[in-house]
């Protein structure tokens, strides 16, 4: 049987590729620099792939920032504002499409998220006039290197109708007129890849998701150009995080020579799959989970692997990950401090290798000293008490509807919060983090290791919170912050101090280009056996006069951020962390602490694909949030964030979960989000972002100013916050303080237009979005 991955992690066992990113950026080290990082991961990760046993490795899946923004630039279609500056480096202009151009005041392109994963992509633009043309030779040029390695090369490139509908498009553009130009771009790499290759990967995964007819019916027609162009390579139709269902027709109809399926989040097609696949067609089987940490069930694979050689015969069998091993850590050997009984049931990208290529030999032969071995591990796991908790299984039973619900309505609470905020129009805010420098993770880092002692600990956190008080006085913010300075991340900070977590030396994953996140692991039960942030949002209130936000993050994110245990379903899980959250809650409230934000960021990206999946985890998710604020003072004022969502589709829910206050991302979009918040008369109040946090540059405050007023047109100005897309901790001070300064002196003018305004009856006149485009659709509604 042959065996592959769909992908393997970019960064590195050591996140080398983070490191020489950010030091080209910063400008201490060349391009050629960059380039030996890249050749050295690419060839260490064939290695892994080939020393682990696999018969192919994947080529193309190495980007130095994002693969979508890798296809964008193979078609040439780069936005007019990046074509601004003649005889620029193709790889400098790449980074301005990915970050933004500060000097210039050029925007970034949009990023949000990659289906339901926390992996963001940059988002294809389709504007007037765009040229398509090849404009890249990379995957070729990787094919030919891995093959001069002596590899077994398998390239893999995002499908067309994937790409074309994860896209952006403008006024009076169709993104579907493009299509012809584009596939014709992909069947010149085609034919360009077909003498060195015996597969090639083409990923869509957007048949695991409702399509539109429209849509569906275009496959055939371009795959049969496809095919056509590969000659005799044959291809692999890659599809993951879900089941083809009623797209299942549509994948076989593209005459593709492998269909790739994703056998752990989509079990279910297996049958029907296996009733319509055409005799001439291999199943590559994704049996090895790439969206988790934990050891495959060899067992039960083997069953599966069984069913498949009895119904078409192990001679068209392929086994695989599940999905790309980009959202996995590199190599578990790394991880030096986990308890053996919690390490010995996980596997990274390495050990998945391994367990794929296992898997294969086990088909072929006997192998059942190592299949007992794998059933006593998952047998353990039954019977470990550190995993079940009565208790908390009992207090999670225990909840019901009225746990749910604030003492108030909406309006009712509001009286009761205005009586003592006396908060001005469009007040002013910041999300929650402010940048987090060398100096507080050395110091932090140091505590971690014990060298720091616990006092001079906390005084320098003390320190640092003082100051961000002060910068924020000055600045003439309305609502504070303590800025976060004592936490690494807003969910691992809060899985140290919560027990079922365990945490990971070097497992990182990558989220966008270099920023890389260490999901924390749920293994068992989880319960709070302390306060968590009292002590740290106490001591802020008592340095100011201004009301100052406690910062927790919400149990329905703090699920989707860490890799969870998979022998429990993930709403019960998700019960347990919000009934936890919920008594950190109560502490701040008796601490004196008024209003207090419950960050969901991750509350869309966790929802099925399928429409049909997606009003059951709506329900059970929305809920978790309710329990942890709905014991709540009427008083007390609960903010929530949300980041990277197409609100349109769960807006109702958002409804439903009644914060006083959310803020959203808004900024790279101009407001374009807030249409759903118009079109469901959204009830509470509202902070849509109004500058961009994940670029470099400063906005300038016309800008600002423009963006409020479109806000304006949607949101009354009594229900309207003033705030950044998301936390700072990324940034840098000095652009952090000037883009906060233009922020607030936006706010301060906006603020003197309504107050004459409303003395004259007239109101300020709405400016157009800054690029002079209105944006009609973006995306697919995934």
């Known amino acids: 049987m042959e065996t592959h991955v769909l992908g393997f992690p970019r960064i590195g066992t050591n996140r080398e590729l983070k490191k020489a990113l950010e030091s080209y950026w910063k400008g201490t080290s060349k391009k050629e620099d960059l380039f030996a990082c890249e050749n050295a991961l690419k060839e260490r990760h064939w290695w892994f792939q080939r020393d682990q046993g696999l018969s192919m490795v994947t080529v193309g899946d190495f980007s130095f920032y994002d693969q979508m923004l890798d296809t964008t630039c193979l078609l040439g279609m780069i936005p007019q504002r990046f074509q601004t500056v003649t005889d620029e480096l193709e790889l400098d202009r790449y980074f301005r499409m990915a970050r933004g151009d500060a000097a210039a005041n050029i925007p970034a392109m949009e990023m949000t998220k990659w289906f ?120 692999l139709l890659a599809t993951y995080f879900g089941s083809l269902d009623e797209n299942l027709t549509t994948a076989l109809e593209t005459g593709c020579d492998g269909l790739h399926l994703d056998l752990v989040r989509g079990r279910r097609q297996l049958d029907q799959v296996l009733d319509l696949l055409p005799a001439t067609t291999i199943l590559s089987a994704g049996l090895v989970d790439g969206r988790n940490i934990w050891k495959n069930n060899l067992r039960q694979s083997k069953e599966v692997i069984e069913q498949l050689t009895s119904r078409i015969g192990s001679d068209r069998i392929m086994v695989a990950s599940s999905c790309s091993l980009l959202h996995v850590p ?187 996140v260490k999901p924390p692991v749920i293994y068992g039960d989880v319960a709070r056996p302390a306060p968590m942030t009292v002590d740290w949002i106490s001591y802020t209130q008592s340095l100011t006069a201004k009301p100052v936000k406690g910062m927790l993050t919400g149990p329905v994110t703090i699920l989707n951020w860490s890799f969870v245990r998979n022998d429990l379903p993930r709403a019960e899980v998700c019960k347990q962390i919000a009934l936890a959250i919920r008594d950190e809650v109560a502490d701040l409230e008796k601490a004196g602490i008024g209003i207090i934000q419950v960050d969901e960021a991750a509350l869309r990206e966790g929802m099925p694909l399928r429409q049909k999946d997606a009003e059951r985890y709506l329900r059970w998710a929305v809920d978790c949030f309710r329990l942890t604020v709905g014991g709540a003072a009427d008083s007390t004022q609960i903010h929530t964030h949300m980041c990277y969502s197409k609100f349109n589709a769960i807006m109702p829910w958002i409804i439903e979960m009644d914060a006083d206050v959310i803020s959203i991302e808004a900024s790279r979009s101009k407001m374009e989000l807030l249409s759903a918040f118009r079109q469901y008369h959204y009830p509470n109040e509202i902070g849509p972002g109004i500058y961009d946090i994940h670029s470099p540059r400063v906005p300038e405050e016309e800008e600002l100013v423009a963006l409020i007023r479109l806000a304006l047109q949607v949101i009354p100005p009594e229900r309207l916050w003033i705030n950044p897309d998301c936390g700072l901790k990324t940034r840098q001070w000095p652009e952090t303080l000037a883009s906060l300064r233009n922020l607030v002196t936006a706010a301060h003018q906006i603020r003197l237009e309504l107050t004459a305004g409303a003395s004259s009856g007239t109101f300020p006149a709405v400016a157009p979005p800054a690029t002079g485009q209105t944006i009609t659709a973006v995306g697919a509604d995934i």
């Open 330 to 516: 590199v190599d578990l050997l790394q991880e030096r401090r986990l308890a053996p009984g919690i390490k010995d049931r996980m596997a990274f990208a390495v050990q998945k290798c391994r367990e794929v290529a296992v898997l294969a030999a086990i088909a072929e032969g006997e192998h059942e000293p190592l299949l007992r071995e794998n059933d006593q591990l998952f047998s353990e796991q039954c019977n470990d008490t550190g995993i079940l908790r009565r208790e908390v299984r009992e207090r999670a039973a225990a909840v019901n509807e009225s746990m749910l619900t604030r003492t108030s309505p909406y309006p009712v609470r509001k009286q009761r919060q205005d009586a003592w905020l006396q908060l001005p129009l469009l007040p002013t805010t910041t999300i929650g983090s402010f940048p987090q420098t060398t100096t507080i993770r050395s110091i932090r880092n140091s505590y971690h290791k014990g060298t720091l002692a616990e006092a001079a600990y906390r005084s320098f956190i003390q320190s640092e919170i003082r100051s961000a008080v002060e910068q924020q006085e000055r600045l003439g913010l309305d609502v504070l912050v303590h800025g976060e300075s004592e936490r690494n991340d807003m969910v691992e900070y809060f899985g140290q101090q919560l027990d079922g977590f365990c945490f990971m030396e070097n497992g990182w994953v990558q989220s966008y280009g270099s920023r890389c």
């Open 116 to 235: 339901d994963s926390n992996y963001h992509y940059l988002v294809p633009e389709f504007t007037p006039g765009m040229t398509i043309r090849r404009s890249s030779d990379k995957l070729v040029r990787d094919t030919v290197h891995a093959l001069s390695r002596e590899f077994r090369a398998k390239p893999v490139l995002i499908g067309p109708l994937t790409y074309i509908s994860l896209g952006m498009e403008y006024s009076g553009v169709d993104r579907w007129q493009y299509l012809d130009a584009i596939v014709d771009v992909y069947c010149s790499v085609l034919a360009e890849l077909a003498p060195y290759c015996i597969w090639i990967q083409i990923d869509e995964p957007i048949l695991c998701t409702d399509l539109p007819q429209q849509v569906r019916e275009l496959f055939a027609p371009v795959y049969r150009k496809l095919k056509q162009a590969a000659g005799n390579a044959k291809l």
